[in-house]
């Protein structure tokens, strides 16, 4: 038996316990990692309250068919299934589970060839355990979506939250000036993470510049294309983490008459052999030092609803990790 926190209905965070549940069955070619540290993040959130409706259509219509959240975890691997060639007993691994769930445990299983690959040598499980929310949808929105390149402007709108904080230090990274939007409070963490210039969203509109951004990139889904628009150059693009019909009209429209773009992907389905190897990519970037991530608070399981209810406020910084192991 493990602990894990469960959900059996969709509700809010006090719909969260901390219970024992059957350790999960490991295949020949699964490892069995027994998580050390975990994060909550607003996907977590949006899944226990089945709000948006939409993801019920992907977690189940009117009760949750898998009851174990989390979406990215750091721990040591304690069996392997005798077709494992990747990984031996005792390495440390953190990993992103196929589906964006099941971390909220004691253990997970997780394939060979799985987006699971070995910690930064740097890095401690508990801030290995916070890369991939934010690095998996940073790294692939910018580079693949956005194709920045050196010299573009960039407007990062949500730069001190956990994909903001990933995007505002890559596109310093591939050469970008980098202008980050949060609260005053949070400029000076902003700016060290490379931003040339900051925005305090509470006391001044950043749309307010004409034709100034090569992208527009909306971590939290605060703004809209309409609004952006003026601020976009000549066929920049807004990148968005979250569909909305506006989006997906403006996806559909850009795609038959060109020009400035609105782009929405979940990046989050992509496959496990492109997610390994960005994780790979960004193990070296942490590893040289060229990242580093930033974590608000740490919860013990136990306190896992708590932490739910931290990040539902919206304005955490970076990260927010459950200690599973040792708590
Ligand atoms: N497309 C995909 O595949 C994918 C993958 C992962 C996540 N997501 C989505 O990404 C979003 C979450 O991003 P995250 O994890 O980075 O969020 P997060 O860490 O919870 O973001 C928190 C930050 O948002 C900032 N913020 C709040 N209101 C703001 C506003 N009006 N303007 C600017 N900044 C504001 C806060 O800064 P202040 O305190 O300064 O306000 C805070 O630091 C969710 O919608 C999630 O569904 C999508």
């Known amino acids: 038996m493990m602990k894990a926190a469960i959900f059996t209905k969709y509700g809010p965070a006090d719909v969260l316990e901390v219970k024992d549940t059957p350790t999960p069955p490991f295949k020949d070619n699964e490892v069995l990692v ?105 790294l692939p ?64 509109a950043y749309t307010t510049e004409r034709d100034a951004y090569d992208i527009v990139f909306d971590t939290v889904n605060k703004s809209s294309f309409a609004a952006v628009k003026p601020c976009l150059k000549k066929n920049g693009v807004y990148l968005v983490t979250a569909p909305s019909i506006a989006t997906l009209g403006r996806m559909a429209w850009s795609t038959i008459f060109g020009g400035k773009q609105a782009i929405m992907a979940a990046t989050g389905l992509r496959p496990a052999k492109d997610q390994a190897a960005d994780m790979r990519m960004l193990k070296n970037m942490f590893e040289a030092g060229t990242l580093r991530t930033i974590i608000d608070r740490t919860y013990p399981l136990s306190q896992i609803a708590a932490a739910h209810a931290y990040v539902e406020t919206a304005h955490k910084t970076g990260n927010v990790v459950i200690l599973v192991e040792g708590q």
């Open 141 to 204: 929105f910018l580079r693949d979506h956005g194709k920045i390149k050196r010299g573009d402007r960039v407007l990062i709108i949500g730069a001190s939250g956990s994909i903001g904080t990933v995007a505002v230090q890559l596109a310093k990274h591939f050469g970008a000036h980098v202008t980050g939007v949060c609260r005053a409070a949070k400029h000076e963490l902003v700016t060290s993470l490379g931003a040339d210039r900051v925005i305090d969203y509470t006391v001044r």
């Open 34 to 138: 027994r998580i050390h540290a975990t994060t909550v993040t607003p996907v977590d959130c949006s899944f226990r309250a089945g709000d948006p409706c939409i993801v019920r259509l992907y977690l189940g219509l009117l009760r949750p068919k898998k009851t174990v959240l989390g979406g990215e975890l750091a721990g040591i691997v304690t069996t392997v299934g005798k077709d494992v060639t990747r990984f031996s007993i005792g390495d440390q691994v953190f990993a992103a589970p196929a589906d964006g769930t099941g971390a909220h445990a004691e253990f997970i299983c997780l394939p060979d060839d799985g987006a699971v690959v070995p910690i930064p040598t740097n890095m401690s499980l508990q801030q290995a355990a916070t890369i991939c929310n934010g690095g998996l949808t940073a």
